[in-house]
């Protein structure tokens, strides 16, 4: 087993030619940490939140020194006003007339029609959270590995889940260099709350990592262990590979990774507090180990990993989001 550090610092896209308005319907955790996400120089603007659970006055506290409610009743969070909704039925909301381009959704939606009601008839794109339950969306989005079947036409989009977020990219990078076989993974995280917890024939959870790597597709199993005591994930990977690899090989490859993405990976020296920030990393990989399978034709590979649920997952979603504002303006 090898423990190792590796830092990386890639400029963000600066965006240029107008800003992106965002919706978010549902401001729990995740849609908190997004706003946190947003500088005020950032060229994306979260034009209106919609949120029926929470008051404005408990969201303010919530958020800190940086907010504040305006005397028409809106939401400012460091320097940038957000117009506050409280619409029980999301019918009503109309993102149109705000001039929100893309929805976060992050409410107790999870039907596609639910999505489309909101879509104004295909002018407004959703990003949703989690996924869907009925049928797929028209992409699954993961920076760096699918990004690039993007077209301008799909408006419900999903984020994945954190764990989607997370693992892909790392089950992908390791697939492009040794052909995985067979794959386990356990995860011990924080329980799931809220109405997300509660919603029944979601795709499962290596359904969800296959819908975005199909080359994986009944190649792998993932198992999700709820501490409440928990604060952030952590993920244990069992991967069979087709080629011989060892310790520096599988490093060289998560190295060239983090060099590629920014912000996907940091890896680290200690356990169980790596170095850096988790917070600006999707996975911090802890430690790796390999072992040559006796047919000597392939390898096990052994890989611990940690991220934070909400604060990382919220940034890819950030990311997400520039991404499709580059896109859309690339298409025009």
């Known amino acids: 087993m090898i423990f190792f550090e590796f830092k990386h610092s890639l400029p963000r896209t600066t965006l240029r030619g107008g800003e992106m308005k965002?919706?978010?319907?549902?401001?729990?955790?995740?849609?908190?940490?997004?706003l946190q996400q947003m500088p005020p120089s950032d060229d994306l603007q979260i034009a209106a939140i919609n949120e029926i659970g929470l008051s404005l006055s408990d969201a303010v506290e919530f958020l800190g020194d940086a907010a504040s409610v305006t005397d028409s009743g809106d939401l400012t969070y460091a320097g940038r006003t957000s117009r506050w909704l409280a619409l029980a039925d999301h019918r009503q909301i109309g993102w149109e007339q705000y001039g929100v381009?893309?929805?976060?959704?992050a409410s107790r939606l999870f039907l596609r029609?639910?999505?489309?009601?909101q879509s104004a008839g295909g002018q407004v794109t959703i990003l949703m959270t989690g996924d869907l339950r009925d049928e797929p969306p028209d992409l699954t989005l993961v920076l760096g590995v699918n990004d690039t079947d993007y077209r301008p036409h799909m408006?419900?989009?999903?984020?994945?889940?954190?764990?989607?977020?997370?693992?892909?990219p790392i089950l992908h990078a390791i697939h492009e260099r040794f052909a995985v076989t067979s794959y386990r993974t356990c995860l011990h995280r924080p329980p799931y709350t809220?109405?997300?917890g509660r919603?029944?024939?979601?795709?499962?959870?290596?359904?969800q990592l296959a819908r975005v790597l199909p080359a994986l597709s009944r190649r792998g199993e993932l198992i999700r262990v709820d501490d409440?005591?928990?604060?952030?994930?952590?993920?244990w990977l069992d991967i069979t590979v087709e080629t011989p690899a060892d310790d520096d090989e599988v490093l060289g490859t998560l190295s060239e990774l983090a060099t590629r993405l920014p912000h996907v990976l940091l890896c680290?020296?200690?356990?169980?507090s790596p170095v850096g920030d988790r917070h600006s990393a999707l996975a911090d990989a802890a430690s790796i180990r390999t072992e040559r399978l006796s047919t000597n034709t392939g390898s096990r590979i052994w890989l611990k990993l940690y991220y934070d649920p909400v604060v990382s997952y919220a940034e890819r979603i950030r990311e997400q989001l520039k991404s499709l504002s580059e896109a859309g303006k690339a298409s025009k």
């Open 199 to 207: 919603v029944q024939n979601r795709p499962d959870n290596a359904e």
């Open 268 to 272: 680290s020296t200690q356990l169980p």
């Open 228 to 235: 409440p005591e928990a604060t952030f994930v952590t993920a």
């Open 113 to 117: 029609s639910e999505m489309k009601e």
């Open 101 to 105: 381009q893309v929805v976060v959704e």
């Open 22 to 34: 965002i919706g978010i319907n549902g401001f729990g955790r995740v849609g908190q940490a997004l």
């Open 155 to 168: 408006s419900i989009l999903c984020a994945g889940s954190d764990r989607t977020q997370s693992l892909v």
């Open 194 to 196: 809220g109405a997300a």
